[in-house]
């Protein structure tokens, strides 16, 4: 089997980064407004940027409805609207909102690179 020559190689990568900044760039931008997240408190989350300040800024009761024993409805979101698979299996047993909001603004910085 013949070895990719250097050009073809350099190709591939920024192939490939292209793709990771269009990706990026789509798993941080607003998603559209029948796919917003909807905590039981009112808030409206519209994009991954504003989840930990929403995790922040909410009361014990409204995270333990959303994230308990039977349910993650944050995983489910990232997972099933943002599509950041990596980040939800990340964020599936975290039980805590400062776990969760260190994980997501880890992986907001990431993708801001």
């Known amino acids: 089997?013949?070895?990719?020559?250097?050009?073809?190689?350099?190709?591939?990568?920024?192939?490939?980064?292209?793709?990771?900044?269009?990706?990026?760039?789509?798993i941080l931008a607003d998603v559209p407004a029948e796919?917003?997240?909807?905590?039981?408190?009112?808030?409206?989350?519209?994009?991954?940027?504003?989840?930990?300040?929403a995790l922040e800024n909410m009361n014990d009761e409204t995270f333990v409805y959303h994230c308990n024993r039977e349910k993650n409805d944050f995983y489910n979101w990232i997972r099933d609207v943002i599509g950041y698979k990596e980040l939800a299996a990340d964020i599936k047993n975290s039980k805590t909102r400062n776990v969760m909001i260190k994980k997501v603004k880890k992986a907001i910085r990431v993708l801001k690179r």
């Open 35 to 53: 796919k917003c997240f909807w905590a039981n408190n009112g808030w409206i989350i519209r994009n991954i940027q504003e989840l930990p300040i």
């Open 1 to 26: 089997m013949a070895k990719k020559s250097s050009k073809s190689k350099r190709v591939v990568r920024r192939t490939m980064r292209k793709k990771s900044i269009i990706n990026a760039e789509k």
